[in-house]
């Protein structure tokens, strides 16, 4: 993708700032917003919930695929689905940007516009209301989120029960397979396959969903690194085990075998649509545990139980399932 007109750094810090956040919009809740040392945002509740991501270049996403967009939509995406894990409302959002020093102003004016759809697409009620410009060696992204929780208690990691439902909000797999389809050694598979590719750019967990199943959910969590890393996240954090079956997850998997064996028959690197579903991350769906019995919200699906602590946090059809998936500092 290339970029054309004056550099960033050419037009210096204050002017490139002021023609990017053209594109981002107010919300009632900021009282004060960008332009001033720090903003001001009105909470309905005095218990703020803060939550923080890092993305780096060539780490978390790649220019040669992620356009400026991509990667302004994603660094919403990634944050917000973190507060409604939480039962947390989004309300405000900063972020930092660090980029090398020949990156063109058009670059970041789409930045800021993807940083800006994000939010109008999926919580309109929550606005960018500061950050920070720098020049650096490679891209680096860094957003801080807060959320409301209204009258509502947080949902925690660490409060599931025996006999709880484990529950998945969302997709599983899908964004680890726009992965695959994108490093594939034939560029013209991650063609073939646009949704796939599509959630691994702009990942799009439904927030609503989230936010329902938060109301009723006995602990919640995002999948970010994948189901096999993150339930045993939680597992471990409640003191409990997890019993996933296999059974449960089959219609995560179907919907993949396709992509799996395009990749397979046109390069030499095999791929499982399995291992992306259980250990592939970057769908940000909802993991949560519900109580027994309890009616699901439309979206939901069941994926097992929670059972008492045994000697590992998670099962697959009563094998332990290893804990594998995205790790930020290893990669």
Not at 171 to 191: F, N, V
Request: net charge negative; aromatic share 4%.
């Amino acid at each position: 993708m290339k970029y054309e007109g004056p550099k960033i750094i050419e037009l210096g810090e204050r002017e490139a700032l002021a023609r990017a956040v053209k594109a981002f919009k107010s919300v009632p809740s900021t009282l004060v917003g960008s332009g001033d040392d720090a903003a001001v945002v009105a909470l309905d509740d005095p218990r703020v919930v803060v939550t923080t991501d890092t993305m780096i270049e060539n780490h978390d996403f790649k220019l040669e695929w992620s356009s400026a967009f991509d990667i302004g939509f994603k660094a919403v995406m990634t944050n917000l689905s973190d507060l409604v894990a939480m039962g947390a409302r989004p309300r405000a959002l900063t972020v930092a940007l660090i980029v090398p020093n020949q990156t063109a102003q058009s670059w970041l004016e789409e930045f800021a516009l993807g940083l800006q759809t994000a939010c109008d697409q999926h919580a309109p009620q929550c606005e960018i209301v500061g950050g920070d410009l720098a020049t650096g060696d490679q891209l680096v992204v860094a957003v801080t989120a807060l959320g409301d929780l209204g009258d509502s208690a947080p949902v925690l990691r660490s409060t599931a029960k025996v006999g709880d439902q484990v529950i998945v909000a969302g997709t599983l797999g899908k964004a680890a397979a726009g992965l695959s389809l994108l490093q594939a050694a034939d560029s013209t598979l991650a063609d073939s396959y646009p949704e796939l590719v599509g959630i691994q750019l702009r990942p799009v967990p439904d927030l609503a969903l989230g936010t329902e199943v938060a109301r009723t959910a006995t602990s919640m969590m995002d999948i970010s690194d994948g189901l096999s890393l993150d339930a045993d996240r939680l597992a471990s954090k409640s003191n409990v085990s997890l019993a996933l079956k296999r059974s449960l997850l089959e219609g995560y998997s179907a919907v993949l075998e396709l992509a799996a064996q395009s990749i397979n028959s046109r390069t030499p690197n095999s791929v499982s649509e399995w291992n992306w579903v259980l250990h592939g991350g970057e769908d940000h769906s909802f993991l949560a545990t519900f109580p027994a019995g309890s009616q699901l919200p439309r979206g939901a699906k069941v994926i097992g139980e929670v059972i008492e602590l045994k000697e590992h946090g998670v099962f697959l059809d009563q094998e332990p399932l290893t804990a594998a998936g995205w790790d930020s500092i290893r990669g």
